[in-house]
């Protein structure tokens, strides 16, 4: 089991911006994501699920902070991060997040301006599929809450798909966050496993049954609103495939569910599926 590096004693929050990345193999991504961030951050602190590609070397070479956690889940690693942030406002951003050079001006701008009751600023994120932007198709304008005071805010603890929660006044800015939301098949296929166990937790949590209708009713839904409603039909086999992935997640988060209540009915069916 590895271990987390100590947790930092920080005290009072200096004026400034702390800009937090997760990490875990994201070595092609980082140092585009640190070169692209030095002039708008105070600090950057990377918090790093103990990669075991360049990532860690990479960020060393930039002399940034360096944080290690064992990964449980995206809303806990993040807030085991945000309290070791040595400035007031944090910045959270994924390995594959950019953001447009006009949203720097205007975070640093609402940065400076926020006032006392003013305690998280949602971001608009546009998604990149196959490098394409697809406003509606992919949820448009998709605000993300990522810019908030450090002693304000934490994610709510879902399991996956977490927001961060403040006790005071939130804003909207106007200007982009860019997501590389999907770059190729076979990357988009090894994450998705790692995505059902999260889902499965999350529905255990909240108490939900598998049933036929979420099966094989909700994920036709998703494609003909995907497809039909925002208008993905209009991409081509892009647009298609982003309606069929989000029906497919969908279905396989069902599927999963079953699965679950049918190994705790009879702990032999995962016995017998894997005999060796």
């Not at 602190?45 to 070479?61: G, K, Q």
């Not at 940065?111 to 990149?128: F, Y």
């Not at 995505?195 to 003909?224: A, D, H, M, N």
Request: with cysteine; charged share 25%.
């Amino acid at each position: 089991m590895q271990e987390e590096h100590p947790q930092e004693e920080i005290g009072q929050p200096l004026k400034g911006l702390t800009v937090i990345i997760p990490t875990y193999n994201v070595a092609p991504f980082l140092t585009r994501q640190i070169e692209h961030l030095q002039e708008l951050a105070d600090e950057i602190l990377v918090c790093d699920s103990f990669s075991t590609d360049e990532t860690v070397n990479i960020a060393r070479s930039f002399g940034v902070r360096l944080i290690q956690k064992t990964y449980v889940n995206s809303a806990t690693q993040k807030n085991w991060a945000i309290p070791q942030a040595k400035h007031e406002w944090v910045l959270i951003l994924d390995s594959d997040e950019l953001l447009e050079p006009e949203l720097k001006n205007e975070i640093q701008e609402f940065i400076a301006s926020a006032t006392e009751d003013v305690h998280l600023a949602n971001i608009p994120r546009v998604n990149l599929f196959w490098g394409t932007p697809m406003p509606r198709p992919l949820g448009y304008p998709d605000y993300q809450s990522r810019l908030f005071r450090r002693d304000r805010g934490r994610y709510d603890g879902r399991e996956v798909h977490s927001h961060v929660r403040v006790p005071g006044r939130s804003v909207y800015l106007k200007n982009h966050l860019v997501h590389r939301d999907f770059t190729d098949i076979s990357s988009w296929w090894l994450k998705l496993n790692r995505y059902f166990r999260y889902e499965l937790k999350e529905s255990l949590k909240q108490g939900r049954r598998w049933t036929l209708r979420r099966q094989f009713v909700y994920p036709v839904v998703i494609f003909v609103r995907v497809y039909f409603l925002r208008g993905g039909f209009f991409y081509a086999f892009p647009g298609f495939f982003v309606a069929f992935q989000q029906a497919l997640y969908y279905f396989m988060i069902q599927a999963t569910l079953y699965e679950h209540e049918l190994e705790r009915k009879n702990p032999l069916v995962k016995k017998a599926a894997n005999p060796f």
